[in-house]
């Protein structure tokens, strides 16, 4: 099939999966789309719909954008109560952070809509009060009403890295677009904290522990991952360099990000699972963890493809993107080796001359963009096909097992069955990056183009504010 109908497909999964959304979870965070019902696992902010108003966008469906923003701006609406502090719910600073700020920013940049930013700021607003810390380093969750923060249970009172460190760039894109530097100032000063400690956060330099003390000011142990709870903070190392205008101390965003991807290698974090020919499979493991790997891993090849762009020398550019086609390799295996040909959560890697296994750990899957985002950016990269074929096997496998005929699309429980079991769930994400990045990948090349905008981690385009050479992708 050529790239355009396949394209077409992903539109009209979208579609679909929009509509009963609408249908029958307006006004909700998420659809259950088996039982038909809204669920608020966010605080009830409309998160699907703000998160997938981009999506509409890019997708050419502008009258469903402006439906939508009119929705989420109209007076009478749930999320205008929640922005004017009407509404007595704690909300998730990180997830709410990414997917509706995010949302709504990139919302303003794609479209110029005013309404779109005025929203966003109303609602960084709501969240500013998680910041008021002795640190200065936000707790996890905050009540958009009393401005009471907090973290959760199991931490001990800690902040989380993947959550406080990946902020920077809505904030930034917020303050550059309002002219008000407050925002900027809030997430600017976390990375101060988080670069002072580089060389004594108890982590190989260029790493940092998932948990952070944020009335004592200092990282307090817990795991060192590229999977969950530390992911996002180092994509956006580089993703903050590569597209801020007047950034605070660039040139250290850049080191710290080499200084990251050096001690992702020189720690065991990467290492072979298997070989076939020429081509190598690399497992990426959190420390103290042997060929384990998560599915939300599957960013990093990604991330190694920007990093590789205006790397500091060439042959480091070249090690990025053939370090990215190693960790893809085993990302996309991941998916080929289960009876449904979607990935599980979580696996271990068992390496073997002869006969090289991957055992299920984790057997859900809940439409997860890791993979896809990366098989995207490894495309825009290199122009290579193979990419867009695996990208379109997997789009097969979800609409096998996902769809919900008039219902929408759901993840499954386990992967190992097939026909596999539904989980009753439509995670917002699915609309705003899973279905975002293949349709973009079966786009032309200067569509959403790699040197004019940068994707935060829920897959929301802003536009670029650093001046640089357009290249291919």
């Not at 707790?139 to 249970?153: A, E, I, R």
């Not at 695996?390 to 929408?408: E, L, N, R, T």
Request: aromatic share 10%; glycine share 8%; hydrophobic share 40%.
């Amino acid at each position: 099939m050529a790239p355009t109908p396949r394209r077409d497909a992903v539109r009209d999964a979208f579609r679909e999966c929009l509509t009963a959304y609408v249908t029958y979870a307006s006004g909700h965070d998420e659809l259950a789309p088996a039982s038909r019902r809204g669920v608020d696992d966010f605080g009830g902010v409309d998160t699907t719909l703000a998160d997938a108003l981009d999506t509409m966008f890019i997708m050419g469906m502008k009258k469903e954008f402006a439906e939508g923003l009119g929705r989420l701006k109209a007076e009478t609406s749930g999320f205008r109560a929640l922005i004017n502090g009407e509404v007595d719910r704690d909300v998730s600073v990180f997830e709410t952070n990414i997917r509706v700020l995010g949302g709504l920013l990139a919302a303003h940049d794609l479209s110029g809509d005013g309404d779109a930013l005025e929203l966003a700021e109303s609602f960084a607003a709501r969240l500013s009060a998680a910041f008021d810390t002795p640190s200065g380093v936000p707790k996890s969750f905050v009540n958009v009403k009393t401005g009471k923060s907090f973290t959760l249970q199991w931490t001990g009172g800690k902040s989380i890295l993947a959550d406080f460190g990946s902020m920077h760039l809505e904030w930034a894109t917020l303050s550059a677009r309002t002219k008000n530097p407050v925002y900027e100032a809030h997430t600017g000063h976390v990375f101060e904290q988080i670069a002072r400690a580089r060389r004594n956060s108890g982590a190989p330099v260029g790493l940092f522990p998932h948990l952070y003390d944020t009335d004592a000011g200092k990282f307090a142990g817990g795991t060192v991952t590229f999977g969950a709870l530390g992911d996002s903070f180092y994509e956006y190392l580089i993703k903050c360099w590569r597209s801020l205008a007047d950034l605070k101390d660039a040139p250290l965003w850049r080191e710290m990000f080499d200084d990251a991807v050096a001690a992702m290698t020189a720690a065991n974090m990467t290492r072979e699972w298997k070989r076939e020919g020429d081509d190598v499979y690399l497992a990426l493991s959190p420390i103290g963890s042997t060929y384990t790997m998560e599915h939300l891993a599957c960013f990093a090849p990604g991330m190694l493809v920007l990093g590789g762009a205006e790397a500091p020398t060439k042959a480091l550019a070249e090690e990025y993107v053939e370090l990215a086609r190693k960790i893809a390799r085993t990302c996309v295996a991941m998916y080929d080796s289960q009876p449904s040909g979607l990935a599980p959560d979580h696996v271990k890697l068992v390496p073997s001359p002869s006969s090289p296994s991957m055992n299920v750990i984790d057997g859900k899957n809940i439409q997860r963009p890791e993979t896809v985002e990366s098989l995207f950016y490894l495309y825009r990269k290199t122009g290579e096909e193979q990419f867009r074929d695996q990208a379109w096997k997997i789009f097969q496998s979800m609409k096998a097992a996902y769809s919900v005929p008039g219902s929408g699309w759901q993840g499954v429980r386990d992967v190992r069955q097939s026909p596999a079991q539904g989980d009753d769930k439509m995670q917002s994400f699915f609309l705003a990056e899973t279905l975002k990045y293949l349709y973009l990948i079966f786009s032309d090349s200067d569509e959403m183009h790699l040197d004019e905008w940068v994707f935060n981690t829920e897959a929301h385009p802003f536009r670029i504010t650093k001046t640089r050479a357009k290249s291919d992708g």
